[in-house]
Every structure is written in structure tokens, then in C-alpha cells.
């Protein structure tokens, strides 16, 4: 993989994902590192450390202790939350730019949640004591810390409204608009979306089973909604699913 240089620092690729009503916040908090001069962004990657992930990895265990943050310079990560049962339920997808590892930033307490790569990643890895140091000598970084756990706070309250208002299946369908919003592609009258989510972990995003989540998708194929294939999800008719 290659590793991002201090000058490439635009996020083209595909943005952060998880419940909200707010389309236009879903990537805020990509540039940790945007916002910072060069000079800053040198000092940042000096008291850093490069890692990789291969798919699938965990990057964070809920419950272990806390050592720092990862910031996501290629590839996403998946936070999720495991109940005692067992059961997982998905936080967010978050990509290229954002960082992982918070709420806790300088190497305090436990994570609350956990982390694993969705692809492989390349991620520049910061301890607490590194961070809290670069927020002590750096007010450009104590500024981007905290507007990045600003736009955290915001995507978890955004999550907690739609799972305490919205039905499981109105999620589902606002998962979809998100989708088609943030990664789809016009093709004549239809809005074309790459297939990167199984439909276990779209389960996982929205609170249900995988068989609910099958079901649900052939019920709005019936309908003439969307359609679904090996690699793409066609949408045929979004002001239903906006509806």
C-alpha cells in the first residue's frame, strides 16, 4: 500500500456511513489532519507510528484498555458495540481521513466499543501520551482533536435518535438513501450502488437479523423499488424509499 503523503490530502474515495437524517454531516471530521500546516502535519507523523490492518483484523477490543487513537489514511474501519449476549450492532463505517479508537484520546480508561478493518487499511497510529503532548505544543491539533470528537458526538446521538424513533424498517430504508446519496451513481432514471456491504452488516447497521434484512430487500424488489444483484444495488424509485 501506498502511504499518504503531507500533499495528499483529499478524500475522494468513499465517506464515512452510519444511521443519521443528516446527509451533509456523515463525512465532518474527515480532515484530522487537513486543517493543519505542513510543519504541524510533520510533527503530528513524527510522534506517530505507520501501521497496516488486513481485512477482517481487529484493530480494537472493546473492554481492553485504552493506548491511543489510529488515524485512517487508506482503507475503513467498522466500530461496532457487542451486548452481552453476543450480539453485535454496527456504530458507523468510517474511512479515509477520520479517526478511530475515541471517545477516550489520550490513553485513559477502556474502549467502550470495538474496531476492525473492512478492507485493508494503512493507519497512522498516535498514543495518548503522543497525542496529549502534540494538544500541549500544537493548538492547531488540540483544535482538530476536539472538532473531530465533535463530529463523533454528533454521529452517535444521530444513531441513538434513529434507533429510538424510527422503526427497524424505516432505518433500512433511510440506510438506503444514505447509500444511494453518499455512493451512488446516476444511470438514466435508476441510482446505481456498488455492493460493499453484506447483508449480515447491513443487518448489523440497522438492528435486525440477516433473514429479516433478505426478506425486506425482496418485499421493495417486488414492489419495483430496487433491484439487487452479485455486485450492484439498483434503485429505481427513491421517493418511495424517502417516503
Not at 474527515?30 to 486543517?35: D, M, P, S, T, V
Not at 501520551?129 to 493548538?139: A, E, G, H, Y
Amino acid at each position: 500500500m501506498t502511504i499518504m503523503t503531507d500533499s495528499d490530502l483529499h478524500f475522494d474515495g468513499p465517506g464515512a456511513i452510519y444511521l443519521s437524517e443528516y446527509f451533509l454531516e456523515l463525512n465532518e471530521g474527515a480532515g484530522f489532519l487537513a486543517a493543519l500546516s505542513d510543519e504541524d502535519r510533520k510533527t503530528v507523523r513524527k510522534h506517530g507510528k505507520r501501521c497496516t490492518f488486513s481485512k477482517g483484523e481487529s484493530i480494537f477490543h472493546q473492554g481492553a484498555a485504552h493506548t491511543g487513537v489510529w488515524i485512517i489514511e487508506e482503507g475503513r474501519v467498522r466500530t461496532f458495540y457487542t451486548g452481552p449476549s453476543g450480539r453485535e450492532i454496527t456504530l458507523a463505517y468510517w474511512s479515509q481521513g477520520h479517526f478511530v479508537g475515541g471517545p477516550e484520546v489520550f490513553g485513559k480508561g477502556r474502549h467502550v466499543w470495538s474496531g476492525d478493518a473492512l478492507e485493508d487499511c494503512q493507519m497512522l497510529f498516535l498514543s495518548g501520551s503522543s497525542l496529549r503532548t502534540l494538544v500541549q505544543q500544537v493548538p492547531e491539533v488540540a483544535l482538530a482533536v476536539i472538532e473531530g470528537l465533535v463530529a463523533k458526538g454528533k454521529s452517535y446521538s444521530a444513531l441513538i435518535q434513529m434507533l429510538g424513533t424510527r422503526t427497524v424498517s424505516e432505518r433500512l430504508r433511510q440506510l438506503l438513501v444514505i447509500l444511494a446519496d453518499a455512493h451512488g451513481r446516476e444511470e438514466g432514471d435508476t441510482i446505481v450502488i456498488d455492493r460493499s456491504l453484506t447483508y449480515e452488516q447491513i443487518a448489523a447497521m440497522v438492528g435486525a437479523t440477516r433473514q429479516w434484512v433478505t426478506q425486506s430487500l425482496d418485499k421493495l424488489k417486488s414492489a419495483g423499488v430496487l433491484e439487487i444483484t452479485r455486485t450492484e444495488i439498483v434503485i429505481r424509485n427513491l421517493e418511495s424509499l424517502e417516503e
